[in-house]
C-alpha cells in the first residue's frame, strides 16, 4: 500500500446523493406510518372511550338526582314528623298528587309547588301545565322518557315506607332508613 492511499472508503459522490434521499424517504414512511397508526388508535380510543364517558356521566347525574330526592325527602320529614305519601286524596278517595308534588318545595322548586292547586288532580285543566313540563331532577338522563314522565318511582305498599295515601315517620321503619 502506499502511504498516501486513503485509510477509510467512502462512497462516489452520485452514491452518497443516492443514499441520503433513500434515507429520507425511509423516515417519511416511518413517520407516515406512526401518524397513522396514532390517528388510528385515537379514532378507536374515541370510539370505546366517549360512550363510556357519557354513560359514566349520566349515572353520575342519577346519582345525584336521588340524593337530591332523598335530602328532599329528609327535609320533608324534618317538617312534617312523616315521609309524604305516595299519593293526596281528595275527600272522596280521588288521586290528586304524587310524593314527587309534595317535596318540590324541598327541591329548590317552591314557586312551581305554588302554581299547582293540591285540591285538584294532577291532571286537571288547572294543572294541565305539569303534564308539559320536564323536571330533570326526576328524569335520569340515561332514559328516553317524554315530559310529564319521571323514572323515579316509590313503591305502594302497605308494609313498604310509601303505604298509599297514609304516611310513614323513619321510627317506624323498622330495620332502619340506611337499610331501606
Request: glycine content about 6%.
Amino acid at each position: 500500500m502506499s502511504s498516501n492511499s486513503k485509510s477509510s472508503y467512502e462512497l462516489p459522490s452520485t452514491q452518497r446523493k443516492t443514499s441520503g434521499s433513500s434515507t429520507a424517504v425511509i423516515v417519511a414512511i416511518v413517520l407516515a406510518s406512526l401518524l397513522a397508526c396514532f390517528l388510528v388508535c385515537g379514532g378507536l380510543m374515541a370510539v370505546f372511550l366517549i360512550p363510556t364517558t357519557v354513560a359514566s356521566a349520566h349515572r353520575m347525574q342519577c346519582s345525584n338526582d336521588l340524593k337530591q330526592i332523598g335530602l328532599a325527602l329528609h327535609n320533608y320529614h324534618s317538617e312534617f314528623g312523616a315521609l309524604p305519601p305516595a299519593y293526596t286524596v281528595d275527600a272522596n278517595g280521588n288521586r290528586l298528587h304524587s310524593w314527587r308534588t309534595l317535596i318540590l318545595p324541598y327541591m329548590e322548586q317552591r314557586a312551581l309547588y305554588q302554581r299547582i292547586d293540591l285540591t285538584k288532580p294532577w291532571d286537571d285543566p288547572a294543572n294541565a301545565f305539569l303534564l308539559e313540563l320536564n323536571i330533570l331532577t326526576y328524569q335520569c338522563p340515561s332514559s328516553k322518557l317524554g315530559n310529564g314522565l319521571t323514572t323515579y318511582q316509590v313503591i305502594d305498599d302497605p308494609s313498604s315506607a310509601f303505604p298509599g295515601s297514609a304516611t310513614v315517620k323513619f321510627s317506624d321503619i323498622i330495620d332502619g332508613t340506611s337499610n331501606t
